[in-house]
C-alpha cells in the first residue's frame, strides 16, 4: 500500500512540475503519453495497441484485401487497422469480423 502511495505522488509530481515546464499546447500530448505509458506498464495496453497509437505509417498495404465498409474512414486508417489485425487478431478480429 505504502508503495503504490509513493508511485502515485511521485507520478503526480512529476506530472505537475513537467506541466509547469511546457507549452500549453504540449500539456494534452504529454498527459498522453504519460497515461500510456503507466496502462503499459500495468500490461492493460499491448505493444500492437501501442503501435496502433503511436505510430504514423502511410503506404501500409492491406495484407486481409478487404474493401473499406466505412465511406467515412480514410482508406489508410482502414489499412493500418487491417495491417494490425493480421498482427494481432485477439484484438482487432471482432471488429473486423463485425463490419
Known sequence: E???SLINYFTYNLYSNVCRSIFEKDK???SFLLTLMIRMSHGK???VQHQLLIENITGLENPLNMNNPCEWMPNVIWNKICYFAHK???LFGPLINSM
Open 2 to 4: 505504502r508503495v503504490t
Open 28 to 30: 494534452l500530448l504529454f
Open 45 to 47: 495496453i499491448s505493444q
Open 88 to 90: 494481432d487478431n485477439l
